[in-house]
């Protein structure tokens, strides 16, 4: 089996985990209470999917065009869509969670940036996306110790959060390094053939793009702060959700769940969709927030619906794109 399959094959195992986690979490509730407080909670449903493309998706948009130059910089409103899609994709498409990624890279160098821009933004956002979420994990921690006064989770949470900021470290360092050109040099030698030279070019030319992207301080700092607004700002979809199930709905608990949760599901990135990590995540920090469990499980079930919502018409509008362009390169194939 080569590695390709191997990866592959972990994928759809990790996936095929996390769905028998989520139904056994799901089986392990009083279905028919879920269900009355999942119907008692319908307005706020549409709620939510309309406040995260309005707020976190535009924000998180912003933080990704601040840091395009001025003079490669795509539209605001292209970006949005294309922030859209490539969290769709991300969500529904069984690739770990960077596959969005690429794809967001990918459309914004189809609409006219720069292959090595459209790259190195995606790349260096990402980056900045850990360090500023692992702030905001440190302020959940805070928020659940004043909330309720428990402290046996503090240590370990922390301390996976600084392991996973000091890979993210390591990681940036490398990409200042120069990274890309290295690994195009090592393909370019095993292959021993003169053709690969050109990626050895393109992996030099990426390394600078994203060495003068992290050398633009304020064009940083100002992603990581629309960042950071983001995930804060991204509690209100939680916020409306306590407050129509009839919860606790303080910004305080919205913020603890929002953070804890994201710092779960980003600890299990491996797993397609977070597929019944996430629903654990909201069943034990429910618990500590003193949420029943079947509500803890409703608020879980309403970002899934919020996730399959603006997921699925995204996932569609990119196959659309691609296949789109893939039909206009047979008919030039044909015309020649």
């Not at 080569?2 to 990866?7: A, N, S, T």
């Not at 500023?132 to 805070?142: K, P, R, S």
């Amino acid at each position: 089996m080569k590695v390709p399959g191997k990866l592959q094959m972990t994928v759809w195992l990790l996936g095929i985990a996390g769905a028998a986690l989520f139904i056994a979490i799901i089986l392990h509730q009083n279905l028919s209470k879920v269900g009355e407080a999942f119907a008692t909670a319908g307005w706020a449903i549409v709620a939510v999917v309309v406040y995260h493309l309005v707020v976190p998706v535009f924000l998180d948009t912003l933080a990704w065009w601040v840091l395009f130059p001025r003079s490669d910089r795509l539209p605001l409103r292209k970006l949005l869509w294309m922030r859209w899609i490539g969290e769709s994709v991300s969500t529904l498409v069984p690739s770990a969670a960077v596959g969005g990624d690429l794809v967001r890279a990918r459309l914004a160098a189809i609409s006219g940036a720069p292959l090595p821009i459209a790259a190195a933004t995606v790349l260096v956002d990402l980056t900045l996306g850990v360090f500023t979420q692992a702030a905001f994990t440190i302020l959940g921690v805070i928020l659940l110790v004043a909330v309720t006064g428990q402290r046996n989770f503090v240590r370990p949470t922390l301390i996976g959060t600084l392991i996973g900021v000091a890979g993210v470290v390591g990681f940036y360092f490398v990409q200042r390094r120069g990274m890309f050109g290295f690994l195009a040099k090592i393909v370019a030698r095993l292959a021993n053939s003169p053709e690969w030279q050109s990626l050895v070019a393109g992996g030099q030319t990426l390394d600078q793009t994203v060495r003068a992207l992290y050398a633009r301080r304020k064009a940083v700092v100002a992603c990581c702060a629309w960042t950071i607004v983001s995930l804060v700002a991204g509690s209100g979809e939680i916020w409306i959700a306590l407050h129509a199930l009839g919860l606790h709905a303080t910004v305080a608990n919205a913020v603890i769940l929002q953070s804890m949760v994201l710092t779960i599901r980003s600890a299990a990135f491996a797993v397609p969709s977070g597929l019944g990590v996430q629903e654990t995540g909201y069943y034990f920090v429910g618990q500590l927030l003193g949420i029943p469990d079947y509500l803890a499980i409703t608020l879980a079930l309403i970002a899934r619906v919020r996730e399959l919502a603006l997921g699925i018409p995204g996932v569609i509008c990119w196959q659309l794109i691609e296949g789109r362009r893939l039909w206009r390169a047979r008919l030039a194939a044909n015309a020649r």
